[in-house]
């Protein structure tokens, strides 16, 4: 079964430090790997893809197959990234299904 | 129009209400979904549509009924429902999996 394990609930920093959001998932095949973000009183949108391999907004996420990892990265940390994040999997062969990690929420202090 | 829109924002019903909830898309994507949100946790698929049919029943109780009359909405039936199903109930659609999905704000459902 696909899993997605995002290991801190919370995360705190300070506006400048640097900021990595965990992310691990549990699947045999090569699964499609996403960030999601959810502003307070916003939608849920797509942040980053692993398959496009863009920085959104500062943050990168690489895939790292050997750790089935996917950690969210960005070197200084900025308040306004304040927000809770999900990632997500979509199994391989073209799923519809998008299995979502319990979030991290992330404060960014001035 | 590069939007998931959803009607109505906040709804409040009884539990002998029949009501029902509106998704609307015009990018031309093919895959559309029912979420639903409880407080501080991820959204919880329910349901999936892909041109048009069915594709995925998250087994989700009967009293939710997905509706998708064309391409561009998708209706999710309420009806008897219990003041547990209060949460945000998202829709989204995409163009095709494993493409992103585009979530729309979502319609805050209380049950009383």
């Known amino acids: 079964a696909q899993r997605v394990t995002q290991p801190e609930k919370l995360l705190s920093v300070f506006k400048g430090a640097p900021v990595e959001l965990k992310c691990n998932y549990s699947?045999?095949?090569?699964?499609?790997l996403f960030w999601y973000v959810q502003y307070s009183r916003q939608r849920l949108q797509l942040l980053l893809r692993?398959?496009s391999r863009e920085s959104i907004k500062g943050f990168t996420a690489d895939l790292n197959k050997g750790e089935t990892s996917f950690h969210l990265k960005k070197p200084f940390a900025q308040e306004e990234d304040s927000s809770m994040y999900y990632c997500?999997?979509?199994?391989?062969?073209?799923?519809?299904?998008?299995?979502f990690g319990k979030g991290t929420k992330l404060t960014v202090n001035p | 129009d590069t939007e998931v829109t959803q009607t109505p924002k906040h709804l409040v019903m009884g539990m002998t209400n029949k009501k029902s909830l509106k998704c609307e898309q015009h990018?031309?994507?093919?895959?559309m979904y029912w979420y639903k949100q409880k407080a501080k946790k991820p959204p919880e698929l329910m349901f999936v549509?892909?041109?048009?049919?069915?594709?995925i029943n998250e087994s989700v109780p009967s009293r939710f009924s997905p509706e998708c009359p064309n391409s561009s909405l998708l209706n999710l039936h309420l009806h008897a429902l219990q003041p547990e199903d209060s949460a945000l109930y998202l829709c989204?659609?995409?163009?095709?999996?494993?493409?992103?999905?585009?979530f729309g704000p979502g319609t805050r459902l209380t049950v009383l």
């Open positions: 549509y892909s041109y048009e049919k069915l594709s």
């Open positions: 997500a999997l979509s199994p391989q062969g073209g799923s519809e299904k998008l299995v």
């Open positions: 699947y045999s095949g090569s699964p499609e």
């Open positions: 989204a659609s995409s163009q095709r999996v494993p493409y992103e999905q585009f």
């Open positions: 692993h398959i």
């Open positions: 990018m031309g994507h093919r895959a």
